[in-house]
């Protein structure tokens, strides 16, 4: 059975963690959704890279999801963290106990949807150990995962979380197929 991730594309998101992503789910075999916050499809990356979604996340059901994962940057990870309705789809997919991840700034989303109370994560330095959530602990690790929750550092580990998340969504064999296919020597 195919797995499906759904990956959140806000203006001003960081573009190498967002294609990083994208790219080594779908070397892995995943179906990838993008989606954009409103009905705009051409998103603007922090560094002026244009990025075009799928669809709008109003018309995507977490129903179809085994995971979603959220890219960072800033001010891309803000333009998440106002969004309602994707707070809203994040702790739907949580009640279901789906794979959810967030790199750089992004856990900020996590933390303010609640989902980071009680868990072992990480940012990019200064985001969610300065504001953590309910009995978070903070780690600097390049990749933590605690339950159904993957979180990472920024840019310079976007790599290993997008590895982990294969790992995790479809096996470690797979992950070892794309990861050789990278020649990471």
């Not at 702790?91 to 856990?107: Q, R, T």
């Not at 580990?157 to 479809?170: G, S």
């Amino acid at each position: 059975m195919i797995k499906h991730a759904m990956v959140p594309l806000a203006q001003g998101c960081e573009e190498l963690e967002a294609v990083t992503i994208i790219d080594l789910l779908v070397r892995a075999g995943v179906k990838v959704t993008t989606v954009s916050l409103d009905k705009e499809l051409t998103i603007v990356a922090s560094r002026g890279v244009k990025l075009i979604v799928d669809t709008p996340l109003s018309e995507v059901n977490s129903t179809d999801f085994d995971m979603v994962v959220l890219p960072g940057g800033l001010p891309g990870a803000d333009n998440l963290n106002a969004s309602d309705e994707l707070h809203a789809f994040l702790n739907e997919m949580s009640a279901k106990n789906a794979l959810i991840g967030a790199i750089c700034a992004a856990p900020k989303v996590l933390v303010s949807a609640g989902l980071l109370d009680n868990k072992q994560a990480t940012s990019y330095p200064g985001h969610i150990d300065k504001l953590p959530g309910n009995n978070m602990t903070y780690q600097e690790d390049a990749v933590v995962v605690d339950g159904n929750i993957i979180t990472s550092r920024g840019p310079g580990t976007a790599m290993d979380f997008a590895l982990t998340l294969i790992e995790l969504l479809v096996g470690k064999e797979v992950k070892s197929q794309v990861e050789a296919g990278l020649v990471r020597a």
